[in-house]
């Protein structure tokens, strides 16, 4: 609930306190008062853009609210300090054309404040347009006002939404892969085709090293035997015409080249080659594998692995896809059942409908309405699966149309209806001047409607009518004391029978709206 508003240097808001309460709150006052500026104030602090046009200086706008739980798990659950009630407060530089806005002190963006107070309040043309217009918000009224018993659908609708959300999110991965499919299992093959194991490259790397250093061997060798000769020849000379004390030298040196002679391995020099060959050939078909995949040879073994693994993923999926369906089939049989049952009471109820809502709006001054209420088919939602829609004509000439069609007045009239006979509870609504051209008898209709709706919300009513003004708990004036100053002030007893003769345009308004209803004052 609204408890409190202050404006500080706010167009023509000096320094203004508002202290609201439960049940019905009436502003009223001359028109160019500022009343309205009021509801553009909640506006602005609720996060609608700011006309920096019209500001001077800087401005200060706050509201308190009173928590009936939901708001402080909200501010929880965002991380906002919270001790029991919710301060708003919005600062505005017009010099900078910047603003900043506060929940408990913490600073917070405009988003953030839409957030908290979405479910919380609704303002003015909000009332008419975002509600009555829908077919949901229509169908909730209906179901509301016709006691429909929903007989645990709700439960079985999460499961059914659930599961879509399951089976959605397992189509949107089968699709990628899928698309992917071809490609995979392309590469899958350009690996396979090599078979590559863990440790092969380092393997065929530390052979081929092997086999060059034995090449290398053999071709020395090849060369020693084809001088050994000379060198036999040479020695063999030197040794026969040596000096005794280098005889057992040469000796030595003799006999180690002949050591070598015999110890040096030929090998087989084709066989050595054909392997080095192959794993030239093998390495080099690696190495392209790796330049197309722009990887080493682990991540290779890597990729080739997780490729598997999405194909084999493919097969998973798709039995995971089969068994939700499957699921998906029962819990859609259930639902269909239960939307049986549920259709069964709006069709049942959807005379009696017409008829409270045509015999209200003819109540609130409509001199012709023609209504009507059917019942469309569609896909499942929260309130099952089929929703009532309504269509309404106010000129004789013209068929029922849909109901954004309505005038301002008439639209927020209806929307009135729809609110009272459907039970439906905000914490706090603020309606601006929604009973303006009306007689005062559909004036003191209205305000018995919103009456008995400020039993369950908050409401907050502009008016310019004492009859409906004649109804509210608190009542407020808002009166310009000078072209750039506004005062508001509660009136209670004989101040506010003065107002409501004011609003009347006579001296003694008891004797007018006593007439109408009896009012505590």
């Known amino acids: 609930m609204l408890r409190e508003i202050r ?157 879509k959300a399951s089976l959605s999110s397992l189509q949107k991965k089968l699709d990628e892969l899928k698309e992917k499919e071809d490609y995979l299992r392309f590469q899958l093959a350009e690996m396979e085709k090599l078979n590559l194991q863990r440790g092969e490259e380092e393997r065929l790397l530390s052979r081929r090293a092997e086999i060059e250093g034995k090449l290398r061997e053999r071709e020395w060798a090849v060369g020693f035997k084809s001088v050994y000769p000379i060198i036999e020849e040479n020695l063999s000379s030197l040794l026969r015409n040596s000096p005794e004390r280098f005889r057992e030298t040469l000796e030595e040196v003799y006999e180690k080249l002949r050591d070598i002679l015999y110890a040096v391995d030929y090998g087989d020099y084709e066989e050595l080659m054909e392997e080095l060959d192959s794993i030239n050939s093998r390495l080099y078909q690696i190495d392209r594998l790796k330049a197309r995949f722009r990887t080493d040879f682990e991540g290779l073994l890597s990729l080739r692995e997780e490729i598997s693994q999405n194909l084999n993923l493919l097969q998973t999926l798709e039995g995971e896809k089969k068994a939700l369906e ?39 001054g409509f001199s012709y309405v023609l209504l009507d209420v059917v019942l469309k088919e569609r896909e499942f939602y929260a309130l099952g699966n089929s929703q009532v829609e ?75 009518n004492a009859f409906t003004a004649m109804y509210a708990d608190r009542h407020f004036t808002v009166k310009r004391v000078s072209p750039e100053k506004t005062h508001v002030k509660e009136v209670k007893g004989e101040e506010r029978w003065e107002e409501l003769a004011r609003m009347l345009g006579v001296k003694d308004a008891k004797q007018i709206l006593t007439k109408k209803v009896k009012i505590p004052l």
């Open 7 to 163: 404006l500080k240097d706010f167009l023509v808001f000096k320094d203004v306190s508002l202290r609201l309460g439960e049940g019905l709150n009436v502003l009223s006052g001359e028109t160019g008062a500022g009343k309205s500026l009021i509801v553009d104030a909640i506006l602005t602090l609720l996060g609608r853009e700011v006309d920096w046009s019209a500001l001077r200086g800087e401005s200060y706008l706050q509201m308190v609210w009173e928590d009936d739980g939901r708001l402080g798990e909200k501010l929880r659950e965002l991380g906002i300090p919270y001790e029991g009630e919710v301060i708003v407060r919005k600062v505005l530089n017009a010099r900078t054309r910047r603003s900043r806005t506060f929940i408990n002190d913490m600073r917070v963006s405009a988003k953030v404040v839409k957030e908290v107070f979405s479910d919380e309040i609704l303002i003015g043309e909000q009332f008419a347009l975002r509600r009555s217009v829908s077919p949901h918000f229509q169908t909730l009224v209906f179901d509301r006002a016709a006691g429909v018993d929903y007989g645990g659908y709700g439960e079985v609708f999460q499961t059914y939404r659930k599961l």
């Open 326 to 364: 499957e699921e998906l089939e029962k819990v859609e049989t259930t639902l269909r059942e239960m939307c049986e049952g549920i259709n069964a009471q709006r069709r049942a109820a959807l005379g009696d409908f017409k008829e409270k809502v045509v015999s209200l709006l003819r109540d609130l």
């Open 390 to 464: 309504m269509r309404i004509s106010t000129i004789p000439s013209l068929p029922p149309q849909d109901v954004s069609n309505l005038s301002g007045g008439e639209l927020a009239r209806f929307s009135l209806v729809l609110f009272s006979l459907g039970s439906v509870s905000l914490p706090t609504v603020i309606l601006d001047e929604i009973d303006i051209g009306v007689s005062p008898d559909v004036a003191s209709r209205i305000g018995l409607l919103l009456k008995g709706i400020s039993q369950r919300s908050q409401v907050i009513v502009i008016t310019h």
